[in-house]
């Protein structure tokens, strides 16, 4: 029988939301004034200065709009250089800067679906801290 699932843990709080049934999204912020859906999270819009802003959850799934390989270890969340590390346009809106995983790096372009995806980096015995990341979508 399987063991029963640990619970997740963010490593960073609020950037990261963990539902109860163990899905999992980012979490953003959306501008009641100009629209801009923005990630991390902010007490105000960057885009144009508004204060007029509310949490959103945002979509798992994007698309690679720019990345680079890095040839140094990433702390505990990618020990192991080569990685990808891109730059993600969500469906419905928000950039999310973070590591490419389940392919090769060399295998990452531009215009390729991601969707998110969770890395356990501590376990413990009754639960585990976990970091966001985006893997490839197979298709
Ligand atoms: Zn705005």
Redesign the pocket.
Same mark, same amino acid.
């Given at each position: 029988m399987a063991e029963p699932a640990k619970q997740r843990v963010p490593l960073v709080e609020g950037r990261l939301k963990i539902l109860p049934d163990g899905k999992a999204h980012l979490v953003g912020i959306k #501008?009641a004034?100009?629209s801009?859906i923005v990630f991390p999270k902010s007490f105000f #819009?960057p @885009? #144009?200065g @508004?204060e007029d802003v509310e949490e959103v959850a945002l979509s798992t799934r994007g698309k690679v709009w720019t990345y680079t390989i890095v040839h140094v270890g990433y702390g505990s969340i990618i020990q192991t250089p080569p990685y990808a590390t891109a730059f993600v346009e969500l469906e419905g809106g928000g950039y999310v800067h973070t590591p490419v995983v389940g392919c090769d790096p060399e295998e990452v372009s531009i215009g390729m679906d991601v969707e998110l995806e969770l890395i356990t980096t501590e376990e413990r015995d009754d639960d585990e801290t976990v970091v966001y990341a985006f893997k490839r979508v197979s298709t």
């Open positions: #501008c004034k100009c801009e #819009c @885009a #144009c @508004a």
